[in-house]
């Protein structure tokens, strides 16, 4: 079955740093990933998804990520980090361990602070 | 806008007790999913339905039943309540087709068991 494994709990970074979430996936697949984001008493939005057709995904509000099949790493990065990027953000494989089911596999969260 | 609603958003229960909540949604989408979050554990998938007549279990569905009245409407229930079920519950719906269909997801019902 898939899973993923996002690598820090916690990350702080200063406003107008670069941002790095570490993400590791485990598939026998050709895997669907994808990041969300929840902004605290928010449900979850998306933020970009990886569905084979580029390597490098591009998403809102300036993140990125990019798809690495031989380190099974799917990071989300952004150059420059700004107040309202902190939040909380999952990094999501979708299991077709199933063929078909779609589920949607969470890793466990990394909470970002952005510190003036 | 389309939207995905859940009812009611905040609700605190006794040990034993029945509760439902419900999610309906206007975006026409055939498939619904209930999750369930805890702190450091990400959601785990607790029920989903591609359609009105077909649901299936997720991960933890132990403790837990579900009912989708409608395309529109799926609901969540907790037969007797129990303090380990105190959580916040996400509804999430998506189009039928490949995997890489996103999930849009609901605003959460905070539920706390006494």
């Known amino acids: 079955a898939q899973s993923v494994t996002q690598l820090d709990s916690h990350v702080s970074v200063s406003e107008g740093t670069p941002v790095l979430l570490r993400c590791n996936y485990s598939s026998s697949y050709s895997p669907s990933l994808f990041w969300y984001v929840q902004h605290p008493n928010k449900g979850l939005q998306l933020l970009l998804k990886?569905?084979?057709?580029?390597?490098l995904v591009k998403g809102i509000n300036g993140f990125e990520a990019e798809f690495k099949k031989s380190e099974t790493s799917f990071h989300l990065t952004k150059p420059s980090a700004h107040m309202s990027d902190a939040a909380e953000y999952f990094c999501?494989?979708?299991?077709?361990?199933?063929?078909?089911?779609?589920?949607?596999?969470f890793g466990k969260g990394t909470k970002l602070t952005v510190n003036p | 806008d389309a939207d995905v609603t859940q009812t009611p958003r905040n609700r605190i229960t006794k040990t034993g007790k029945r509760i439902m909540l419900e999610c309906s949604q206007t975006?026409?989408?055939?498939?619904m999913y209930w999750y369930r979050q805890d702190p450091g554990l990400g959601l785990r998938l607790i029920y989903y339905s591609f359609d009105v007549k077909d649901i299936n279990k997720g991960e933890i569905s132990d403790g837990y039943s579900v009912s989708r009245q409608a395309q529109a409407k799926f609901s969540l229930s907790l037969e007797s309540a129990i303090p380990n079920q105190t959580a916040l519950y996400f509804c999430?719906?998506?189009?039928?087709?490949?995997?890489?269909?996103?999930?849009?997801f609901g605003p959460g019902t905070r539920l706390t068991v006494l």
């Open positions: 999430a719906t998506s189009l039928p087709g490949s995997s890489y269909n996103e999930q849009f």
């Open positions: 999501v494989v979708s299991d077709d361990s199933q063929g078909g089911s779609e589920k949607l596999v």
């Open positions: 975006k026409g989408h055939d498939r």
């Open positions: 990886y569905t084979s057709a580029a390597t």
